[in-house]
Each structure stands twice: as C-alpha cells, then as structure tokens.
C-alpha cells in the first residue's frame, strides 16, 4: 500500500480536527459577545489605556501585563483615586487585540469599574456577559 494511503498515517486527523473546534469553540467571538454600544458613554475617562504589543498595556507611559494592570487599577483603588471609568485605545503600533479586550475585562469585572474601548472611532463598553449554553 502507498505511504499516503496508509490508515496508520490518518488516525489522528480526527482527533486533532475536533481539537481545533473545541479551541474555535472557546475562544472565538468574544469581541462580539464583549462589546456592547451603550448610550451613556463618559465625556471624560479615569484611566486612559493604549494597547501594547504581547498583550501588554501602556499606562502612562508604562508597559504592564494583563496582571501588572491588575495591581495598578487596584494601588488607584486603595488610594482612593478616581476609577470608575477605564478606556482603552489603540496603540502607536498596534491595535486593539480580543486579548486585550479579554484581560480589561476580567480586571474590571473583578474590581468594580466599567471598561470601554475605542475602535475605528467608535466606543463600546466592555462587559462581563454570561454565554448562551
């Protein structure tokens, strides 16, 4: 039998492709599922993000990992500086990713603050949503 018919060489296509779906499954789509347009869009932002590259974020001039901005948003907490709204905008060389969006809103879930982001010129409020089973 010819190498390419071989069944020995197939038998995990099947696996890997319903791997794949799976992966598809879980995280495909959460910028659509995330963003929501929202009516009362503030005319001034608390906290003013800029997207990095490696998913990190610029704040005032700093990059910081998803975890770093964690603690960052929680020091402004604790010291009573104003948070109760957080933008977050596309970056010099690079733009806003589903990661970023999926990182700012697991930190402001977490700490009690709305998160919006500005994409082509537009704003959408960043929410927590449960997904429909």
Known sequence: MPPILDPRRWR???LALLLLL???????GARNEELVR??????????????EKDDQFDFTGVPLTAEALRDAMRYRKDESLPLRSVLLKRGEKQKVT????????????????RAWVQQKG??????AQARAQ
């Open 98 to 113: 589903d990661t970023h969006i999926l990182s700012l809103m697991r930190v402001a879930h977490e700490l009690g603050f």
């Open 38 to 51: 929202s009516e009362d869009v503030p005319s001034e932002f608390d906290v003013v993000l800029l997207a």
């Open 22 to 28: 799976g992966l598809a499954a879980c995280f495909g």
């Open 12 to 14: 995990h296509v099947p």
């Open 122 to 127: 537009e704003i959408g409020e960043i929410r």
